[in-house]
């Protein structure tokens, strides 16, 4: 119990999705006193709470901001979620391309937006009362179609696509020219994909994803304590790996994974 991440919660994956825009629901029920690291995958998400907000806190910067409603883009770091009281927390992971389609402000790079900048009150208001009353599957796939009705797809966004699918595939372990080879541009052309339709260049991209690649084959599914971040990561520094391998394996130099390290296990995850 407490602050280890592992408490009384419930969580429940609901079949509500729109291709290149929502890949799943979910709807996770929370106790309160919970604490988890959210990992900088290459999605965003949409997120509806009923009951006390959550607190997020960026483990490098120190900065910490309330965890409610609203609509996030693209981490590029790892973020120490805390939920001090109950809650119900309804999610829709966002494709990496949802929010070119959505038009947001902007694309929201390791930033949040208030839900109206991509969801009419109306259907917020009625996915709210759906979630209150235990209607999970309703007020889910009523965000879902009110998104849907937002999106207009840009240009560009097949080919992205398929390069999103290919680092899905290779969980990040994949070089740029590669991916630019495979849709028969330059590394330019996907550069300029990239900083256009997700927010950041194709570096920044893989360097997420390898990230939270890496430390869920350690973990495994579900919520990402802390300490079981820091555990990881501590047996990959203590195999001494070559510094090249270090970033094309987890995403970050040498420095900055140690420096992760260092602020977690001091700050969230004290031994």
Same mark, same amino acid.
């Given at each position: 119990?407490?602050?280890?991440?592992?408490?009384?919660?419930?969580?429940?994956?609901?079949?509500?999705?729109?291709?290149?825009?929502?890949?799943?629901?979910?709807?996770?029920?929370?106790?309160?006193?919970?604490?988890?690291?959210?990992? +900088?995958?290459?999605?965003?998400?949409?997120?509806?709470?009923?009951?006390?907000?959550?607190?997020?806190?960026?483990?490098?910067?120190?900065?910490?901001?309330?965890?409610?409603?609203?609509?996030?883009?693209?981490?590029?770091?790892?973020?120490?979620?805390?939920?001090?009281?109950?809650?119900?927390?309804?999610?829709?992971?966002?494709?990496?391309?949802?929010?070119?389609?959505?038009?947001?402000?902007?694309?929201?790079?390791?930033? *949040?937006?208030?839900?109206?900048?991509?969801?009419?009150?109306?259907?917020?208001?009625?996915?709210?009362?759906?979630?209150?009353?235990?209607?999970?599957?309703?007020?889910?796939?009523?965000?879902?179609?009110?998104?849907?009705?937002?999106?207009?797809? +840009?240009?560009?966004?097949?080919?992205?696509?398929?390069?999103?699918?290919?680092?899905?595939?290779?969980?990040?372990?994949?070089?740029?020219?590669?991916?630019?080879?495979?849709?028969?541009?330059?590394?330019?052309?996907?550069?300029?994909?990239?900083?256009?339709?997700?927010?950041? #260049?194709?570096?920044?991209?893989?360097?997420?994803?390898?990230?939270?690649?890496?430390?869920? #084959?350690?973990?495994?599914?579900?919520?990402?304590?802390?300490?079981?971040?820091?555990?990881?990561?501590?047996?990959?520094?203590?195999?001494?790996?070559?510094?090249?391998?270090?970033? *094309?394996?987890?995403?970050?130099? +040498?420095?900055?994974?140690?420096?992760?390290?260092?602020?977690?296990?001091?700050?969230?995850? +004290?031994?």
């Amino acid at each position: 119990m407490g602050h280890d991440g592992r408490v009384s919660t419930t969580y429940r994956r609901v079949d509500a999705s729109a291709p290149l825009l929502v890949e799943h629901a979910w709807v996770l029920r929370d106790a309160g006193g919970s604490r988890e690291v959210l990992l +900088p995958d290459g999605r965003g998400l949409v997120q509806l709470v009923v009951g006390e907000p959550g607190v997020r806190t960026d483990v490098l910067t120190g900065r910490r901001d309330e965890d409610g409603d609203g609509v996030r883009g693209l981490a590029t770091r790892p973020v120490v979620r805390d939920q001090p009281g109950p809650a119900t927390r309804l999610g829709l992971q966002l494709h990496p391309l949802a929010l070119a389609a959505l038009h947001p402000h902007d694309l929201l790079v390791d930033e *949040r937006a208030p839900l109206s900048a991509v969801l009419d009150d109306a259907d917020v208001s009625a996915a709210r009362t759906a979630l209150a009353a235990g209607d999970d599957e309703t007020a889910a796939r009523g965000l879902v179609a009110a998104l849907a009705r937002r999106a207009q797809a +840009p240009s560009d966004v097949t080919a992205l696509a398929e390069v999103v699918a290919a680092v899905d595939r290779t969980r990040g372990l994949v070089a740029a020219v590669d991916l630019a080879r495979a849709q028969g541009v330059t590394v330019s052309d996907l550069h300029r994909w990239c900083v256009r339709l997700l927010g950041v #260049e194709p570096a920044a991209y893989l360097a997420a994803v390898r990230f939270a690649g890496f430390v869920r #084959e350690a973990t495994g599914p579900g919520r990402v304590a802390p300490g079981d971040v820091v555990a990881a990561l501590d047996w990959y520094g203590r195999t001494n790996p070559p510094p090249r391998e270090v970033e *094309r394996t987890t995403g970050l130099a +040498p420095v900055d994974l140690r420096r992760l390290v260092d602020r977690l296990d001091e700050s969230v995850a +004290p031994r």
